[in-house]
């Protein structure tokens, strides 16, 4: 099982001094080792970094890509290209912090003062984080600040993991309110810096939301990958179904972080499988970067053919369904208030009135709408399907108790989650009744 964690808080570390040794942001020894022997062996996402590296392709994060290269290839000029980026008028911390840190062996002195203040202006800029983005980025700067400006550094990540993850990030999730999928990937940059150089795992503070997220990406995608040039994406549910590459590249990062993160649980290990699929590998200057971090083809991973396609998300108050899990599978997302259909490679944005005419059917699930007009009135329901599949009924109030009676059964109480989903026991058959309970 994922985390093996106890409900309890993560204490805080007496001190946020970091000791480790450089380079210690993403690359901890054992993850550069695999970099350099796919670099030996000319696996096919070496050879497109490559590629795309000595070709001086525009890069899209240029910081990035060329800090990386120099320290899986050992090339001196592109560390040089680097530095002289990350010198110039860029402010982006993130790409700064990893040039700092990745290319220290091709740097002047006064290069490195003057990175090096730049560094600490980022930091002093994000003193107080707004998303979990621009906390990744003063954690990232921190650390790599350690040696030279230490009181900076260490200021830094406290003021990350007590003020920021603790007072903030966590009571949040406490009121059932997740951290969005866009902000997955920065979430476990920030991990991995922390845990490699503090020995610190803030999962441990907010065990629900961590323990099902990897089933939470896989079931979350709509099933039809969307095509672009270079490759092919997955993309996940949203209020706008819009399809953005650049943010399909980021989500796909993140379930790569996560496997590296914990790479021999059962949750990403089935992650795992999901990932190392050749159509979705990116060959694109934004995302080949990523796909070469972070990818281990030589991890075993396990086939989520076998993973049960439903998610119900009581915590969250969320609900995804699949037929299968194949690209051609019918798929239903309750989140965010809003329900959504994808069949025959079509999304549509279920009206709640309609749904509610009939049962939806989907991988042996059913499901039934029942918004209630006045907060007393009973509202009945027929399900005249017989089967030992779940139901849910959705449309209720959050967190409300319901008088619940089924046709030849005694009432009982139940609760809604935080989305308003009510879960009946597997096979529920006949008429259903329901009311607020009083």
């Known amino acids: 099982m994922l985390l093996g964690i106890a ?3 993560e204490p805080a570390p007496e001190s946020y001094q970091v000791s480790t040794q450089p380079p210690r942001l993403l690359l901890p020894p054992r993850r550069l080792r695999l970099l350099k022997r796919e670099r030996e062996r000319q696996s096919m996402r070496w050879q497109q970094f490559d590629a795309l ?15 990386l290269y120099h320290q899986v290839s050992g090339e001196r000029e592109a560390g040089r290209r680097a530095v002289q980026w990350a010198l110039g008028p860029a402010e982006d911390l993130r790409q700064l912090a990893l040039v700092f840190d990745w290319c220290k062996a091709v ?10 203040a730049k560094l600490q202006r980022g930091v002093e800029r994000a003193a107080q984080p707004v998303s979990v983005a621009t906390a990744r ?23 990350v993991v007590e003020g920021w993850w603790r007072a903030r990030v966590v009571p949040a999730l406490m009121r059932a309110q997740p951290i969005p999928r866009q902000d997955h990937y920065p979430l476990f940059e920030l991990l991995h810096a922390l845990r490699d150089n503090l020995d610190l795992d803030l999962r441990q503070t907010a065990p ?4 099902q997220l990897p089933l939470y990406q896989l079931i979350s995608y709509y099933p039809a990958p969307h095509p672009a040039a270079e490759n ?17 590249a980021l989500s796909r990062a993140a379930e790569m972080a996560m496997v590296a993160y914990e790479p021999n649980a059962e949750e990403t290990q089935y992650l795992q499988g999901w990932v190392m699929h050749d159509e979705f590998l990116m060959r694109g200057v934004f995302g080949i970067t990523y796909e070469f971090l ?17 998610l119900h998300d009581e915590t969250f108050g969320r609900l995804f369904l699949r037929s299968n899990w194949n690209d051609d599978a019918d798929w239903l997302g309750w989140f965010d208030g809003q329900l959504q259909r994808f069949e025959k490679g079509r999304r549509t944005v279920v009206s709640l009135a309609a749904a509610s005419r009939q049962p939806i059917e989907i991988g042996g699930a059913v499901v039934l709408v029942a918004g209630l007009a006045e907060e007393r009135q009973a509202r009945r329901l027929i399900l005249l399907r017989e089967g030992g599949g779940p139901v849910f009924i959705l449309g209720l109030k959050p967190r ?7 046709d030849d059964e005694e009432m009982r109480e139940e609760r809604t989650d935080a989305g308003g989903i009510l879960r009946l026991p597997d096979g529920t058959h006949g008429g259903i009744r329901l009311r607020l309970a009083p």
């Open 53 to 67: 590296m000595s070709g001086k392709a525009r890069m899209a994060e240029p910081g990035f890509a060329l800090a």
């Open 400 to 406: 409300q108790r319901y008088d619940v009676e089924v």
């Open 137 to 159: 980025d003063r954690v990232l700067a921190a650390v790599a600040l350690a040696d030279r400006l230490p009181k900076v550094s260490e200021a830094g990540l406290r003021a």
């Open 7 to 9: 409900a309890g808080a």
């Open 232 to 248: 092919n994406y997955r993309i996940h549910a949203s209020r706008s179904g819009g399809a953005d590459p650049e943010a399909a």
């Open 294 to 310: 972070w990818a281990n083809p030589y991890h075993p991973g396990l086939s989520y053919h076998n993973l049960p396609p439903l």
């Open 107 to 116: 740097m002047e002195d006064a290069e490195a003062a003057a990175l090096a």
């Open 208 to 211: 629900k939301f961590f323990q």
